[in-house]
C-alpha cells in the first residue's frame, strides 16, 4: 500500500512537472511569436510602423471610423535636404537623427490617436484626424531632444484628406 501511495506521488510529480515545461514552452514560443510579429511590422531603425504595417493598420481604422462624423488624414513627411546631412554630419549622427524625429511624431500621434510609419529613408507618413489644431501643431513643434546636428531641421509635407473610404490608401 505504502508503495503504491509512493508510486502515485511520483506520477503525480511527474506529471506536473511536464505541465509546467509545457506552459513555459508555450510561454517561450507565443514570446517569440510576438517578437517576431513586432520585428515585421516596425522599423528597425526608428521602431515606428513599417510601411506595410502602417498601411494595414490605416485600412482596418478605416472600417471603423465614420468619416462623415471626423475626417482624418495622411501626411507624407519628408526630412528636407536629408542627403546633404548623410554627407556632412555621417550616418551615424542622421539615424539619430532620424529616431529623434521618429520619437517625436510619434509621441505626437499617440495623443490623436493616430498613427506614425516610415516609408523609406528620409520618409515618414501619418494617419490623423484632420483637425486644425493639430495641423497647426506641425508649424510650432519645438523638439525635446537636444539637437543633434547644429542646423536647423525642416519637415516638407503634403496632406491628403480622406474623404471616400472605398479608395485604397497605399
Known amino acids: 500500500y505504502i508503495m ?63 468619416i462623415e462624423k471626423e475626417e482624418y488624414c495622411l501626411v507624407f513627411m519628408d526630412v528636407y535636404k536629408f542627403k546633404l546631412f548623410n554627407e556632412m554630419f555621417g550616418y551615424a549622427k542622421c539615424d539619430e537623427l532620424l529616431c529623434a524625429t521618429a520619437y517625436e511624431l510619434e509621441a505626437m500621434m499617440q495623443g490623436c490617436n493616430g498613427l506614425c510609419g516610415r516609408i523609406s529613408g528620409d520618409n515618414f ?29 525642416y519637415l516638407y509635407y503634403g496632406i491628403y484628406v480622406v474623404r471616400d473610404k472605398t479608395i485604397p490608401v497605399a
Open 4 to 66: 503504491l501511495t509512493v508510486v502515485m506521488f511520483a506520477v503525480l510529480v511527474f506529471f506536473i512537472y511536464l505541465m509546467i515545461r509545457e506552459r513555459k514552452i508555450a510561454k517561450q514560443e507565443r514570446e517569440k511569436r510576438h517578437e517576431i510579429k513586432y520585428l515585421f511590422e516596425h522599423d528597425s531603425l526608428t521602431g515606428v510602423l513599417s510601411e506595410k504595417a502602417f498601411y494595414e493598420q490605416v485600412e482596418a481604422r478605416l472600417k471603423t471610423i465614420d
Open 125 to 153: 507618413i501619418l494617419f490623423m484626424p484632420h483637425k486644425e489644431e493639430l495641423i497647426k501643431e506641425f508649424y510650432t513643434k519645438k523638439y525635446k531632444k537636444k539637437r543633434i546636428i547644429p542646423v536647423e531641421l
